[in-house]
């Protein structure tokens, strides 16, 4: 009987079965590519930003998933779980981009610390990049440490 081995099933591998998304013939190097490529577009962020230290830390996981996989697409796949290989190189792409959409937008700078209160239950914590051109009215927005009104 005949037994195909991991990287020749690859390389016999027909479709995704995902329309849209073509096989990758040899999708490893490129993988790691990727990631190496994210890595080094994340060092323009300054290192104190969480977006930074985040998304370096999930992609040097990555990394070594697929480094230490001795180029074993199926225990890539398994490891990295997020489908098909094609399918982390997609998103392996789309988070590339977003990091330098998030260079573009200066995302990391002048982040002001917002809480939303409700029913008198603490509710939400969420970032505005840049304070905002209109003032809230008295009472909507409530900032860390300070109260603001229509006229502040």
């Not at 999930?58 to 290989?85: C, F, H, M, P, Y």
């Not at 209109?134 to 006229?151: F, L, R």
Request: negative net charge; aromatic residues 8%; hydrophobic residues 40%.
């Amino acid at each position: 009987m005949f037994r195909l081995t991991r990287p020749l099933r690859q390389v016999l591998k027909r479709t995704t079965g995902i329309h849209g998304l073509a096989v990758h013939p040899d999708p490893l190097p490129a993988l790691i590519k990727t990631y190496e490529s994210t890595l080094s577009t994340l060092s323009s962020i300054p290192q104190t930003s969480v977006y930074r230290q985040s998304v370096e830390a999930l992609v040097r996981n990555k990394l070594n998933i697929v480094k230490n996989a001795s180029g074993d697409v199926t225990a890539v796949e398994q490891r990295l779980n997020e489908g098909q290989i094609e399918e982390a190189l997609d998103i392996a792409a789309d988070e590339l981009s977003l990091v330098a959409k998030m260079i573009e937008w200066k995302a990391y700078e002048n982040l002001y610390l917002i809480s939303c209160l409700d029913d008198e239950k603490f509710m939400t914590l969420f970032y505005s990049w840049e304070p905002l051109e209109e003032k809230p009215e008295a009472g909507q927005w409530e900032y860390v440490g300070e109260t603001t009104t229509a006229s502040s």
